[in-house]
């Protein structure tokens, strides 16, 4: 990878992260109903504050980024070479995960918590039917939606280039529209939401890209507070995309200078998990459920010392990031190794042979 790229893998990294850290908290801290010490009640409530306080700073920015590294395929590459790199390989990921997610969900629930009430029309990994796990992944609800939104928002970007200034304005409209008009899909709401930014990336990201690496904040340090006041308070208002616009220029302006002052490597933790978000992210979610679901056993019949309580609902988020990245770097290298990475990259079609004589 070339040094000057790695900047924007190590800002995948971090949102992939914040990703894990996300599903590991949604997953456990509400469901913690038989905590024995008040103090580990209110570390959990932390935990979840402090997760939807990420919302700004984790997806608009993966999507930008998303966006910014396939403006190329937009404005160069022809249709079938993208079909082939940009859409067939992310269905191949998306079709074969989903499978696998539904199933191991299914049989984890089945296994550890048989009593549990699943709502098997909310997830298509909770489906209890084949057309129910097909109408899932058609409408997005799945815990998979980012590459579902991958696919959307490549073929309308590649489609409405032409008229990409009011398009974005239009997207920029749906995207606040859609918190107070939801869809009865919770995933086709994500991906509705966060079109404007991956949009942003794919059409305009080399020019923001431009301006974001001259400008100097401590110039425009006032007309970035002001901007930051009040998009804090439309985002309390259930307006997010002004405070997401801001997060996307800080994160990428913070990573920029930190590569132009210290010596960045390819080696970098952080660029090993940007350079393998795709194995991060259809892993992470089948090891968090299988956690959850024993810890929530364990905990709520206050079976764990009351100090060993306190330390896992401190500390959970984190032991759950590093299991899960160190889970998803594995499984792409054994992929790569002993399946020809199929897990993970489309098989490769097989050519006509010619006839021999």
Not at 280 to 304: C, K, M, P, V
Not at 311 to 337: E, Q, W
């Amino acid at each position: 990878m070339k040094q000057k790229a790695l900047w924007i893998n190590q800002i995948k990294g971090l949102c992939i992260c914040l990703v894990v850290i996300y599903h590991s908290v949604i997953t456990f801290y509400p469901h913690l109903d038989g905590l024995q010490h008040p103090l580990s009640g209110l570390l959990a409530k932390c935990w979840v504050y402090f997760n939807l306080y990420l919302a700004p700073f984790r997806m608009p920015v993966f999507f930008f980024i998303s966006g910014y590294l396939i403006r190329r395929y937009i404005d160069e590459v022809g249709w079938r070479a993208s079909l082939d790199k940009r859409i067939w390989s992310i269905v191949w990921v998306l079709a074969l995960w989903g499978v696998l997610q539904w199933q191991a969900l299914s049989h984890l629930n089945a296994w550890l918590a048989p009593d549990r009430d699943l709502v098997t029309s909310s997830n298509a990994a909770y489906a209890d039917s084949l057309t129910g796990f097909i109408r899932g992944m058609l409408t997005a609800s799945t815990s998979l939606w980012y590459l579902y939104a991958l696919i959307v928002y490549f073929t309308l970007c590649k489609l409405l280039s032409r008229w990409r200034l009011p398009v974005l304005g239009l997207l920029a409209l749906v995207s606040v529209a859609i918190n107070f008009l939801p869809l009865p899909w919770w995933g086709m709401n994500s991906v509705v939401r966060n079109m404007i930014y991956y949009s942003l990336g794919a059409w305009y990201g080399a020019e923001l890209m431009a301006w974001m690496k001259g400008m100097a904040l401590r110039r425009y340090w006032l007309p970035i507070v002001a901007f930051g006041a009040v998009s804090v308070v439309l985002w309390f208002a259930n307006v997010p995309l002004l405070l997401s616009l801001l997060s996307i220029l800080l994160i990428m302006k913070l990573f920029y200078s930190i590569e132009q002052r210290y010596s960045v490597q390819s080696n970098n933790l952080l660029n090993v998990v940007g350079s393998n978000t795709i194995a991060i992210y259809t892993t992470h979610r089948i090891l968090i459920e299988g956690f959850s679901l024993f810890l929530i056993s364990q905990l709520n019949a206050g079976d764990w010392p009351v100090w060993a309580e306190l330390t896992l609902i401190l500390i959970y988020p984190f032991i759950s990031l590093v299991v899960c990245t160190l889970f998803g770097l594995g499984a792409r290298k054994v992929s790569s190794a002993l399946f020809g990475d199929v897990f993970f990259t489309p098989p490769a079609r097989l050519a006509p042979v010619e006839a021999t004589r």
